[in-house]
């Protein structure tokens, strides 16, 4: 199983970023696809879950990004999004993508992927 994002970048406050993930390998099912960052000089246990949802659920936004950053999957797809709006500099930081469900054989997994670097001057 991998996890591929992308859509990082350097943008300035007040601009707009999507970022994508893909979900692939032999996977059977996926549960709960999410996001969460990691700010600049914070540890991984650090991170902060930004939007997440499982199958057929709402989705949990932080606080801090609720009313600006818009979630959205296609399971179709094994694809999750994050359109990001009304970026702030706090919103800088790596932001990885995490995914759990099972793979072929109905064996557990709980991946995240390699993160994307979403930088916002001020």
């Known amino acids: 199983v991998q996890l591929q994002a992308s859509g990082g970048g350097s943008v300035q406050a007040g601009e707009s970023l999507n970022l994508s993930c893909t979900v692939t390998g032999d996977i059977f099912s996926i549960d709960v696809m999410g996001w969460y960052r990691q700010a600049p000089g914070k540890e991984r246990e650090e991170r902060e879950q930004?939007?997440?949802?499982?199958?057929?659920?709402?989705?949990d936004y932080a606080d801090s990004v609720r009313g600006r950053f818009i979630y959205s999957r296609d399971d179709a797809k094994n694809t999750v999004y994050l359109q990001m709006n009304s970026l702030k500099p706090e919103d800088t930081g790596v932001y990885y993508c995490k995914s759990s469900g099972l793979i072929l054989g109905t064996a557990p997994y709980d991946y995240w992927g390699r993160g994307t670097l979403v930088t916002v001057s001020s």
């Open positions: 930004v939007a997440i949802s499982s199958s057929g659920g709402d989705t």
